[in-house]
């Protein structure tokens, strides 16, 4: 058996080898096209239609964002940092301002902190949207596909009239951010986010509840609870293995601690948990958009802060729709940082692919990869 | 009521209580956010005891900083904790230097299984050997790539 020996980064023409006469396995080659992969490449060794090991090997979207970030100042960064996700783009602006207002020690006001979350948890919905409707086509779930797709819209619209940009809105800057609500927006998101909560019961009829899915994802790819927390799994995939872990809760940042939500988990770790998990978030955050509507403060939107990394060292984190992303920040006084580490949910979730797949058979390679929500340009960055 | 600093220093004490003379540094940087610099040939001591009996179970991430200017680079390891509640908020960095030319550490997969596509990420980025890693290959690179790490401070940026 030499096949299994091969180093998992050769060249895709070599991994996808003869297979010595008598080998038990075979390897295979998926993606870095969009084969229900993502813009990575996975290396599946089977025994028969049964995966015995899948090795990802991420890095075809890699931009080298982390060294870019260290020529520019932390305003100009701003755009770059949000292309990682540009679906779940204000999450990660939000961890990069926290890190920058950490060293500075700048405190935004109530109602910027109350429209940062407005932002994030729109955000949260617009992507797990999308990866509902990715999902909807690796199963060759026409409905699935469009319908999620379509309803994003109802968020983008609110989120254009809130920010000016429909997906990369650069809203948050260190000490606030930049625009107020328009006129009329809290009667637009209220009949929205009513609308968008009966058409997810929608969904669970005609996706969640049908067999085309459940069979193909209850009791597939299980991840343990331990396997989970030592893998450094977070986010929904970490919920879909029954922990209760969230930082709006458990380290709470801007306006999340007067907040009322629910942190939802699932105990099973497999597919269909992760999936649902998503499912509850997206119900979570409607109700938390309309509360933060409702509770919004008055009062000024920003406070000027200037454009310097002080001297010292920052760790900010936010909850993001793949789970907890994260800026290591160091700074030397000048108005870029020394260095900004950059870590997000996808890359920390990267470890939990091969624990899922193994042992899954080929034809539930989709539905349990894409169930951990990995999205490959946010873990390359 | 105790001080807001509390549980911070409380981790800290314990933790020069038990490695007296392997604790090189440590202190809080401001609430839930607390620095442990260890010496590097210990480390892997001290990570067990901090997963074992203080709790953190859950690794972020690693970091790597090339501090050109001092020949050194900073290993930092981010830590969280789920077991215990009251301290999941805080997130403990465990920080080794290591010297520039020879850029070797020991890798601490075996501690938090988690934290291996990191290290693999600073040994292409940087270039740091991880002992004991049970694949030191490149990750994000592409295989062809023959240059030098390049995240290290000389790389500079082509508009820079």
Same mark, same amino acid.
């Given at each position: ?18 297979? #010595? ?6 390897? &295979? ?5 969009? @084969?229900?992969? /993502? ?8 025994? $028969? ?90 199963? $060759? ?22 920010? /000016? ?9 260190? /000490? ?7 006129? $009329? ?11 968008? #909560? ?5 969904? #669970? ?17 299980? &991840? ?30 801007? %306006? ?12 099973? /770790?497999?597919?269909?948990?992760? %999936? ?36 010292? #060292? %920052? ?18 006084? $000048? ?35 894409? @169930? ?10 | ?160």
């Amino acid at each position: 058996m030499t096949t299994t020996e091969k180093p998992a980064t050769s060249s895709a023409l070599e991994t996808v080898t003869q297979e #010595e006469p008598g080998s038990q396995t075979m390897t &295979l080659s998926v993606g870095p096209q969009h @084969s229900g992969s /993502g813009h990575m490449r996975l290396i599946v060794e089977l025994d $028969g239609d049964i995966i015995i090991n899948a090795q990802p090997d991420p890095g075809y979207v890699h931009r080298g964002i982390e060294k870019i970030i260290e020529v520019r100042n932390i305003i100009r960064s701003i755009p770059v940092i949000e292309r990682p996700s540009i679906i779940d783009a204000s999450n990660l602006n939000h961890a990069w301002v926290r890190a920058i207002e950490e060293l500075q020690g700048v405190e935004t006001p109530a109602r910027g902190q109350y429209l940062r979350c407005l932002l994030n948890e729109m955000n949260r919905i617009m992507s797990h949207l999308y990866w509902l409707s990715i999902y909807g086509v690796f199963l $060759g779930h026409t409905t699935m596909f469009m319908w999620p797709l379509g309803d994003r819209e109802l968020f983008i619209d609110l989120a254009e009239s809130l920010t /000016g940009a429909r997906i990369t809105y650069s809203y948050l800057v260190p /000490g606030g951010v930049r625009r107020d609500l328009p006129p $009329g927006f809290t009667e637009e998101a209220i009949k929205r986010t009513e609308y968008f #909560e009966k058409r997810l019961d929608e969904y #669970e009829n005609i996706f969640f509840e049908n067999p085309l899915f459940t069979s193909r994802a209850k009791g597939v790819g299980v &991840l343990s609870k331990e396997k989970a927390i030592e893998l450094g799994c977070t986010g929904p995939t970490l919920r879909g293995s029954g922990v209760d872990v969230d930082l709006r809760k458990d380290d709470p940042y801007a %306006a999340y601690g007067e907040l009322d939500f629910k942190v939802h988990t699932r105990p099973d /770790g497999d597919s269909y948990s992760r %999936a649902m998990v998503h499912m509850d978030e997206m119900r979570e955050s409607s109700q938390l958009i309309r509360q933060i509507l409702k509770k919004l403060p008055s009062g000024p939107i920003r406070r000027k802060a200037p454009i310097v990394v002080p001297r010292g #060292e %920052a760790y900010g984190r936010v909850e993001s729709a793949r789970g907890e992303c994260s800026f290591y920040m160091v700074g030397e006084g $000048g108005d870029k940082p020394y260095r900004a580490r950059f870590i997000t949910g996808s890359y920390r979730n990267l470890a939990a692919i091969p624990a899922v797949l193994k042992g899954v058979r080929l034809a539930d390679m989709p539905t349990s990869w894409w @169930s951990i929500d990995y999205w490959p340009v946010e873990a390359d960055r | 009521m105790s001080l807001p600093q509390q549980r911070e220093e409380n981790l800290i004490g314990i933790l020069k209580e038990n490695f007296p003379n392997d604790i090189k540094g440590a202190r809080t940087i401001r609430r839930s956010r607390a620095d442990v610099i260890v010496a590097p040939e210990k480390i892997v001591d001290i990570a067990t005891f901090i997963r074992d009996k203080l709790g953190f179970d859950h690794p972020i991430g690693v970091s790597a900083v090339d501090y050109n200017r001092e020949s050194r680079f900073e290993i930092i390891y981010h830590l969280s904790s789920i077991k215990n509640r009251e301290q999941r908020d805080i997130v403990l960095n465990l920080k080794e230097s290591i010297p520039r030319n020879t850029a070797k550490a020991t890798s601490l997969v075996n501690v938090w299984p988690g934290v291996e596509n990191f290290e693999r990420e600073s040994y292409e980025m940087f270039g740091i050997q991880f002992d004991g890693h049970p694949r030191l290959e490149k990750l994000f690179l592409n295989d062809n790539w023959d240059g030098p790490p390049p995240m290290r401070k000389e790389i500079r940026f082509p508009t820079d």
